[in-house]
């Protein structure tokens, strides 16, 4: 009986239920984050999901950062420019992006309230058209840490800030301004959402409503390295074996000197790097064994893994990478790969065969290590580390933790911005914020918490 109940169109088991009821729906969702157009990052997996049951605006927004004059910060202008004057561009029926035109890295008054009135006018035209009548509720949430301009500013039911990085140590960024803003960003959202312990950490003392959700991985993605028998990209096919692979873009935290030594002292391996190039990698230039084979697409990542006798993680060892959730780290292991990897406070948290090295002295013996092995790897009990951690169940958490936010949502939310004022003017007072208190064990005993807050579980 159950069972031909389970085949009539539209029945839904139990756990089926549960996870629709758990979604966001019926929303416009305004996502501000970096280009839609670059490799999939967390921001990417989480609104694509989103968007199966609301409509998504992302916005492309490249303000937080003033472009220098190499020849990448120039190119990188120029594309933005050239979308700029195309408007609403739809990626799918329901989800669209939008290039605003912005003034990069504005730290005048007059030029922040010129900005500010720019974004939002432009951000208030797309919503329109997408959200005629106003017939579906509006939510805001934000990876960058420097719009606090825009909570209030269209009538939204709540204001999420997202937070994957921490933007003051990056290259390029005005590390007071960029400080500044994200205080004032703190001030007006209803819940920050981190992505690792340390930007955990260094939040939950600034605001009452503070969580720490992982990132996640398309695991059937990811696992069909091992499940399918995947015939070798093309570009593979000449270059000898065995082959340790890195897969991203490879910019400033890539520490391309410990490559490079790592490469020098084991020639007769080869070394695959896949992604754009934003730094300079001369020291890679003259090496027989190093292959940089650019950008590829996400779909052809699982046969490039399948390839490889180890995923690499090659962060620099600094500030910036202490605060690091490695999206590579759990794709490497959904596709059965063991990996060798600068040491990671996030990526030590992973079960799985991940050898941490800091030298290139221990990174080739960790590359010889993994060859020794290799007989007896069983690349299906590697990837099931990581199983868990599927993107969809992240969202469905999250969700969850957004829709509490938005029911317990600051008061100033309430009306909408009419005009838009320097940020200083418009910031909600802190005494206005009736934020929902969460509990968990995670938190109860600790008495130095300005709020109580909320963690994912631990795996």
Avoid at 65 to 72: A, Q, S
Avoid at 173 to 196: P, W, Y
Avoid at 302 to 321: D, I, K, T, V, W
Avoid at 338 to 351: D, K, M, N, Q, W
Wanted: proline share 8%.
């Amino acid at each position: 009986m159950i069972r031909r109940l389970r085949e009539r169109k539209g029945f839904d088991s139990p756990r089926r239920l549960l996870a629709r009821t758990a979604m966001i729906e019926g929303r416009l969702i305004v996502c501000i984050g970096s280009s839609w157009d670059y490799d999939p990052t967390s921001k990417h997996h989480v609104m694509k999901r989103l968007a199966r049951r609301n409509t998504v605006l992302w916005v492309n927004y490249h303000a937080s950062r003033k472009p220098g004059r190499t020849r990448g910060d120039l190119g990188h202008a120029l594309r933005v420019l050239r979308k700029v004057g195309r408007g609403l561009i739809p990626v799918s029926p329901t989800l669209h992006q939008l290039t605003p035109l912005v003034i990069p890295g504005a730290s005048r008054p007059s030029l922040s309230r010129l900005h500010e009135r720019l974004v939002i006018a432009q951000i208030r035209r797309a919503v329109a058209r997408l959200n005629p009548a106003r017939r579906k509720p509006i939510q805001v949430w934000t990876f960058a840490p420097d719009v606090p301009f825009l909570a209030g500013a269209l009538d939204e039911e709540c204001f999420i800030y997202y937070c994957v990085d921490e933007f003051t140590l990056f290259d390029g960024f005005d590390a007071r301004r960029i400080a500044d803003l994200e205080r004032r960003q703190l001030a007006r959202a209803d819940l920050v959402i981190t992505s690792a312990e340390t930007l955990y950490e260094n939040r939950r003392t600034r605001h009452p409503n503070v969580v720490l959700v992982r990132h996640g991985v398309e695991f059937d993605h990811f696992a069909a390295a091992w499940r399918k028998r995947l015939p070798p990209p093309q570009d593979l096919a000449e270059i000898p074996r065995p082959l340790f692979g890195y897969v991203g873009l490879i910019h400033h935290w890539v520490d391309v000197e410990l490559l490079a030594e790592t490469a020098r002292k084991r020639p007769y391996y080869s070394f695959v790097l896949i992604g754009d190039v934003r730094t300079d990698v001369t020291p890679l230039r003259d090496l027989d064994n190093v292959f940089l084979l650019g950008r590829r697409p996400y779909a052809d990542l699982p046969a490039y893994c399948s390839a490889f006798a180890a995923g690499l993680m090659l962060f620099r060892q600094n500030e910036l990478s202490r605060h690091v959730n490695p999206i590579k780290m759990a794709e490497y292991l959904a596709a059965g790969l063991p990996v060798i990897s600068t040491p990671l406070p996030e990526a030590a948290r992973f079960p799985g065969p991940i050898r941490f090295a800091a030298s290139p002295r221990a990174f080739a013996r960790a590359c010889d290590a993994v060859l020794t092995a290799r007989e007896t790897l069983d690349r299906a009990a590697i990837a099931r580390c990581v199983a868990d951690q599927d993107w969809n169940a992240k969202v469905e958490h999250i969700s969850q933790l957004v829709q509490s936010a938005a029911r317990n949502a600051s008061p100033v939310r309430s009306k909408p911005v009419r005009e838009v004022l320097p940020i200083r003017e418009h910031m909600a007072p802190a005494s206005r914020r009736r934020p929902e208190a969460i509990t968990d064990e995670h938190d109860r005993d600790r008495p130095d918490k300005a709020a109580t807050v909320t963690t994912e579980p631990r795996p």
